[in-house]
Every structure is written in C-alpha cells, then in structure tokens.
C-alpha cells in the first residue's frame, strides 16, 4: 500500500489512497469514549494509520445511524449523543487515537455508486448505467441508459452524471463514487477540465 501512491503519481494521476475498516474492527464502543480496535485489527491499524496520515487521506468507514431521538440515547461523561451514528464515529475516533494517531479523518458514506460507460466502437452505439448500494452494501437501486451514437469517454462521463444526479433527487449526499475509468475520475477531479459539448450547460 505504502508504494501505490507513487506508482498512480508516476503514472500522472492525482488520488488519495484509503481503504474500509468495518464497524466489527471495533472490539469497544460503548462507552465511544472506550473504543478500542480487536486484537487482530490492533496488529495493522497503527501502520495504516500512519499511512493516511503521511498522504492526508482519510479511514473510510461506513458507520451508520441506527435510530434519532429528542432526548440523549447515550451519556459519555460529559457527552451527549442522540442517535447511534455519532457514537460509533466518536468511538472509532478513540480507537484510532490508542492507536497512537489522531490525525486521520474518518470518512462516512450513505451509499455508494458503481458506475459504468461503453460503447461499441469509438463512436457508435453507446450506453450507460450504475448501480446504487446503501452502507450495508445492499442494493437499492439502478438505472441506465441509452446514448445514442458516441464515444466510451462520453459514456464513461454521463454513467458518472447520472449517478450523481440520481442521488442527489433521493438526498443522497453523501457518497461514494466508483467508476473503472480512471482518465474520468482524473477529468473530474481537475479544475481545467473542458466537458465534451454536449454536457456543457449553456
């Protein structure tokens, strides 16, 4: 892992490297203020920790909230949470600083979106799709569609706009993106980057 940002940077991409710990690391949560990693996860959680920290990259973690309520459903001294989503954060927050760091982020995602582009020559007759999951990795939902005559970039590009847009009408906003284009991904991420025409928006 340490060797892989070099080869994407060698390779002229721009990316963070990160990786998913499950809520299961956890062998404490409760109180948060008593979380702590299992034996197994303690064995490599100190040097990935050091990792994200060296790249600036935050722990994914797809915590999640269990119930709200208007009154406290857990009392940790002189902390109040009201639904189960921020103790498990703060509790992996405690684990991560016994693990002798407190400099990584965590980052929390709804859902997740895997998408995909093609087309059957370059131009030709194009496609695209995605699949929603939620934070379980359960399916929720789907969508696809047809593009006509065009290239696998544009495919590619629109695979990614329709996801976003489709979870953007459902309240989605926090997610996690996945596409197999990397030259897309790449596209998206820089401030210079000139649409194809026919996504531009006049």
């Known amino acids: 892992m340490n ?3 070099n080869i994407l940077k060698d390779e002229g991409y721009v990316t963070k490297v ?20 299992t034996q197994e996860a303690s064995s490599v959680m100190p040097d990935l920790l ?6 600036l990259s935050p722990l994914r973690s797809m915590s999640y909230a269990q119930f709200t309520s208007d009154k406290p459903v857990i009392q940790n001294g ?42 059957k020559g370059n131009p030709s007759l194009a496609g695209c799709g995605g699949v929603f999951k939620d934070n379980f990795g359960r399916f929720i939902g789907g969508y696809y569609q047809g ?29 996690w993106l996945e596409s197999d284009s990397t030259v897309t991904l790449q596209c ?12 531009r928006i006049a």
């Open 3 to 5: 060797s892989l940002p």
């Open 18 to 37: 990160t990786t998913f710990v499950p809520s299961t690391a956890l062998r404490s949560s409760y109180p948060p203020s008593s979380g702590d990693f």
């Open 50 to 55: 050091k990792f994200l920290a060296s790249t």
């Open 78 to 119: 002189n902390l109040k949470y009201y639904c189960l989503f921020d103790a498990i954060v703060d509790a992996f927050l405690a684990a991560m600083a016994k693990a002798n760091n407190g400099h990584v982020r965590v980052l929390v995602s709804e859902s997740e979106i895997n998408t995909d582009g093609l087309s």
């Open 147 to 175: 593009l006509g005559t065009q290239i696998a970039f544009f495919a590619e590009l629109m695979a990614v706009i329709l996801g976003v847009e489709f979870a953007f009408h459902f309240g989605w906003h926090h997610i």
């Open 188 to 199: 998206l991420s820089s401030s210079s980057f000139v649409p194809p025409w026919p996504l």
